[in-house]
Antibody, heavy 119, light 109 residues
């Protein structure tokens, strides 16, 4: 059974870079698409971007200029970097596996990690 | 960008009642690739339905999905106490690759 676990600082200062890592347990990170999704407190879900184990990546146009997603297959991890953060980036950040065969969806999800942007 | 509008915002029902949740897209949803998720407080979303009508592994039969094009529906045939939660729809498209609806909260009446 595949499980995902987010890790990283829970507090980031404005204008700094948010850095999170997602570790995949129970299966190889190879051959799938891996995704970051966020949810501001009390609000809905926003897709941030994905990376394939082969290195191809894409991100939401609303965040594209600030987002870098990378993968480390040797550690079975993928990572998110979000530059120049503001209070609007305060959210619970989830990592998830994207499945495509039969229909595009996210399953499973990590438990999520709250990142607060504040000085 | 395809915008998903969910209605109603809140649905107040009693256990055992039928819940009907709507998700309307601003444009045609490619391949009817529309998924539904359930989220409880403090938890990550859980996949319920994908490709409009396919139940995910382990999801009870009381959950069903239907629709096509721009109009989609999630039906819970008889609400169990554990079904009171927020439900989100999600579509696969282009630029951005995925968007979510704003959510429908199903609360106990």
């Amino acid at each position: 059974q595949v499980q995902l676990q987010e890790s990283g600082p829970g507090l980031v200062k404005p204008s700094d870079t948010l850095s999170l890592t997602c570790t995949v347990f129970g299966d190889s990170i190879g051959s799938f698409f891996w995704t970051w999704i966020r949810q501001p407190p009390g609000k809905g879900l926003e897709w941030i971007g994905y990376i394939h184990s082969g290195g191809s990546t894409d991100s939401n146009p609303s965040l594209k200029s600030r987002v870098i997603i990378s993968v480390d297959t040797s550690k079975n991890q993928f990572s998110l970097r979000l530059n120049s953060v503001t209070a609007a980036d305060t959210a619970v950040y989830y990592c998830a596996r994207e499945l495509a065969i039969g229909g595009y969806r996210f399953d499973p999800w990590g438990q999520g990690t709250l990142v607060t942007v504040s000085s | 960008e395809i915008v998903l509008t969910q209605s109603p915002g809140t649905l107040s029902l009693s256990p055992g009642e039928r819940a009907t949740l709507s998700c309307r897209a601003s444009q045609y949803v490619s391949g009817n690739y529309l998924a539904w998720y359930q989220q409880k407080p403090g938890q990550a979303p859980r996949l319920l339905i994908y490709a409009t009508s396919n139940r995910a592994a382990g999801i009870p039969g009381r959950f069903s999905g239907s629709g096509s094009g721009t109009d989609f529906t999630l039906t819970i045939s008889g609400l169990e106490p554990e079904d009171f939660a927020v439900y989100y729809c999600q579509q696969y498209g282009h630029s951005p690759r995925f968007t979510f609806g704003g959510g429908t909260k199903v609360e106990i009446k």
